[in-house]
């Protein structure tokens, strides 16, 4: 479980998390973040949120951002104000690492999904991009299917195709999340 202070770090992305306020802390009406992108990062999937909006301050470094297609570099002291249901990805393609404080309103349960990430990542359940295995996907999608969805394949195709095969994933022993990762 998220809490102050703690930091948790993607082995295989090379980001690191430092909560600074959690959903529980602020009753569920934000989740405050240190969040360092490593030099030479990757860009991760487009997606959005439908029900939270973001906040990002660069602290340091730069961090490269893509919003609906368009493609901007942040240097420190850059802000971006992330609406909900924007498409969006952030990444860090410069030389240097990238530390920005980022905010999400509500926090809804997004630690959680960030906690499970990492956790799969750290275990070697990932690929070399940071994402887990297309079954593992399939049940995160539908577990946090209110805080974060994927453009693509589409949100009727998503549901569609990853409610069939939900029971194929349980049957594998996959879990949409794992309480050892929150401990």
Not at 72 to 96: F, I, P
Not at 111 to 127: C, H, P, R, S
Request: aromatic share 10%.
């Amino acid at each position: 479980m998220a809490y102050a202070n703690k930091t948790i770090t993607n082995n295989i992305t090379g980001q690191s998390i430092r909560f600074i306020k959690t959903a529980k802390e602020t009753k569920g009406q934000l989740l405050e973040m240190e969040s360092t992108y490593a030099a030479h990062s990757t860009e991760p999937a487009e997606h959005y949120h439908p029900h939270q909006v973001e906040d990002f301050t660069v602290l340091s470094g730069e961090l490269t951002v893509r919003v609906d297609g368009a493609v901007k570099t942040l240097r420190r002291g850059d802000k971006l104000h992330v609406a909900q249901n924007k498409v969006h990805s952030m990444w860090n393609q410069s030389h240097e690492a990238a530390v920005v404080n980022w905010q999400v309103k509500p926090a809804m349960d997004t630690e959680y999904l960030f906690e499970t990430l990492t956790g799969l990542a750290n275990d070697g359940k990932v690929n070399a991009k940071g994402l887990p295995s297309f079954l593992q996907l399939v049940l995160m999608a539908n577990r946090f299917l209110n805080v974060i969805r994927l453009t693509k394949p589409g949100l009727v195709t998503q549901k569609i195709l990853f409610t069939a095969l939900t029971p194929f994933a349980y049957l594998a022993g996959y879990r949409p999340t794992y309480r050892k990762y929150f401990d």
